[in-house]
């Protein structure tokens, strides 16, 4: 288990989450959502989420853990805000990419 | 009613960010350096840069030591570690311990010495990165309780901030994720937004556990109060230590060799020794007390608690094991344990302290959007004419409180290189540099018209910053394609940091400099306000 993974895990919850809002489901996916979809997209973000904070437990101490949770989804919110209106099929792409990529770093034991 | 709350707030946030914002980032910048000022103060020492730990790191501290405090009162050996590769030597000098101006205990003389070689060192004077630590909670050059008094202020206002922000915000989860480019004022108040509300848990969590910091410092009347004005019972109280006066010096004897005990301690405890502390060294009741780096957990105790051996120095008997503490910390000890050292990122852990400064430059760059949104808003507000002395005014502090400061603290790393290593009251000079280039910077912000003045200061902060690795290679041996900068790691991660952050002040300056195609309609502007400031 390692950071990578956690931060990448991180990142596509938060854009699955922003694929749950209308607005930005139409930016990145370029059709109407419909309402069915939207809490799909939701719930995979916050399960996400929910990977990002066991990755998290596993990592360090509980005390740190929690409070290293809000940190990592700050870290890769951020860069996902400005790539939203610039680059949306990047932030598309990267969604699936990273926690691929970042697991295949863990497996190998590289990351 | 919630309109003119809202209202109220938005007042409080604008004027106590406007107010207390040029501070504030002066704070969280150098703030975010203090995450590395062990290895800014490494970078700033290169004569320290060679040494490199050996099985005989031990032995030859033994020989220094009693080469050059042989009459010491006390030894105080630390081990060089992953992010320290001297050992550093400090002892109390024989003689009635002289208390320290302002009170608290002597800290007696100090010296460096190679770890492999056993020579003593002479690092260059510099205050290193604890110049930008100190800087932080006490500024420099004012009365330390004046200083601290005011960034304690600062802080609280930075709390005051975040909650009339919260409250000021309109659509905190619907905007979550959004940023609007080349809209002027909007894509200001976005990105403020952005950085702000994504970062609150760190925003909240730095901000409150700096004012827990500051309680102790500043408000100790509660304590003093509750504990009959004995603040040392309250320290004793929340973090529990064992307090032992030592007597008085026995005679001359010789002590044991350091190796073994060492060699006994490293294997009770699977951990490598990280200092060793002697009382009354070559004297018949010497004590040697051999310490192992200690796990930090995040409620734990700051100081003291590693796992000790207590040897008597002059036949080497094993006097006393003391473990790791497993007592568990009062909960107020606890609350207050894990605040402070989430502030000061007090786990050995690299991974986490490289986020935490990440979150620290995210944390700067929050404060720096709300100044500049707030001359963005008053630039659009103009309509083309000329702006007043007030607009004119906040700028020039905006400029030297950003670009400004990044520039002084870059003059202060290429002065560390470039002032004669002889130079009389050194490290002074170098803070002289720091405060010298800050100076002209604000002059300068205050001259310049608006948008010629940021492309000016972007331009030379882009060149100083990308300039100091190569100012590394030009006048030390530790630079980046150099062995001992990579085998300590740190020193290469400061020139690379150095590019990194030279790039994104250029990156900056294209953004802001490149010609608008439509000077009414700037595309995809990030600085909007900034062009039309100047027309």
Redesign the interface.
């Known amino acids: 288990m390692t950071?990578l993974l956690a931060l990448a895990l991180g990142y596509t919850g938060?854009t699955c989450?922003?694929l749950g809002?209308k607005?930005?489901h139409q930016e990145l996916l370029g059709r109407k959502p419909t309402e069915a979809r939207l809490r799909l997209f939701k719930a995979i973000g916050w399960l996400l989420l929910l990977a990002t904070t066991a990755a998290c437990l596993m990592l360090?101490?509980?005390?740190?853990a929690l409070?290293?949770v809000?940190?990592?989804?700050?870290?890769v919110?951020?860069p996902?805000?400005?790539l939203?209106?610039?680059r949306p099929a990047l932030a598309r792409h990267l969604a699936w990419a990273l926690p691929l990529v970042a697991g295949g770093l863990a497996v190998g034991g590289l990351g | 009613m919630n309109g003119s709350l809202r209202q109220s707030m938005a007042w409080l946030h604008t004027w106590s960010g406007l107010l207390l914002g040029w501070l504030l980032v002066a704070v969280f910048v150098t703030g975010t350096s203090a995450y590395y000022r062990e290895e800014i103060s490494l970078w700033m020492e290169p004569e320290l840069h060679q040494s490199t730990a050996s099985d005989d790191t031990m032995d030859l501290a033994w020989q220094t030591l009693g080469r050059i405090a042989p009459e010491a009162r006390s030894w105080d050996i630390s081990l060089p570690d992953a992010r320290n590769p001297a050992v550093q030597l400090r002892w109390q000098p024989a003689g009635e311990e002289q208390p320290r101006q302002g009170g608290g205990r002597n800290r007696g003389e100090q010296a460096w010495m190679d770890a492999g070689s056993g020579e003593v060192l002479t690092p260059r004077e510099t205050r290193g990165g604890h110049f930008l630590y100190r800087f932080h909670f006490e500024l420099y050059g004012v009365p330390r309780l004046w200083a601290r008094w005011l960034i304690c202020v600062a802080t609280m206002f930075m709390l005051v901030a975040i909650i009339s922000g919260v409250i000021t915000h309109k659509k905190i989860f619907k905007d979550f994720f959004t940023f609007r480019p080349g809209k002027g004022q909007r894509s200001w108040l976005d990105a403020h937004n952005a950085s702000a509300v994504l970062a609150l848990p760190f925003h909240f969590m730095i901000t409150y556990s700096g004012l827990l910091l500051f309680m102790v410092m500043l408000m100790p009347w509660g304590i003093d109060a509750a504990y009959d004005g004995d603040r040392r019972a309250f320290f004793d109280e929340a973090f529990p230590r064992s307090t032992e006066a030592p007597g008085p010096a026995g005679e001359p004897a010789d002590m044991v060799a350091i190796g073994p005990l060492a060699e006994a301690t490293a294997a009770r405890f699977e951990r490598p020794v990280s200092r060793i502390e002697v009382q009354h060294p070559n004297r018949e009741n010497a004590r040697i007390r051999i310490s192992v780096e200690q796990d930090v957990a995040i409620s734990g105790r700051r100081r003291g608690g590693s796992p000790t051996q207590v040897f008597q120095g002059s036949s080497g008997d094993l006097l006393e094991t003391i473990e790791p503490s497993q007592a568990p910390a009062p909960l107020m000890g606890k609350v207050y344990n894990v605040m402070t050292n989430l502030h000061l990122v007090r786990f050995a852990d690299p991974v986490v302290r490289l986020l935490f400064f990440f979150s620290g430059l995210a944390g700067s760059a929050m404060v720096a959007t709300g100044m500049l949104l707030w001359v963005s808003k008053r630039t659009q507000q103009l309509r083309r004419q000329q702006p007043g002395a007030a607009l004119k005014l906040v700028n020039g502090l905006n400029m030297a409180s950003i670009t400004g400061l990044l520039a002084a603290i870059g003059a202060y790393f290429a002065a560390n290189r470039l002032l004669p290593t002889a130079l009389a009251e050194r490290s002074s000079w170098e803070i002289r540099v720091f405060f010298l280039v800050w100076l002209v910077s604000l002059v300068h912000g205050l001259l310049r018209p608006h948008r010629r003045g940021w492309i000016e200061q972007l331009a030379v902060i882009t060149v100083l910053w990308l300039a100091l690795p190569f100012v590394d290679m030009a006048t030390t041996d530790s630079h980046l394609f150099s062995a001992a900068a990579w085998r300590l790691g740190a020193l290469a991660g400061f020139d690379l940091i150095c590019l990194l952050l030279g790039a994104l002040w250029g990156y900056t300056l294209w953004r802001v400099a490149r010609p608008k195609p439509d000077k009414r309609k700037p595309a995809r502007a990030r600085q909007p306000a900034l062009a039309e400031g100047n027309t």
């Open positions: 950071v938060l989450l922003a809002m607005r930005h360090w101490p509980l005390g740190l409070s290293m809000p940190i990592l989804v700050t870290l919110g951020l996902l805000i400005f939203l209106p610039y």
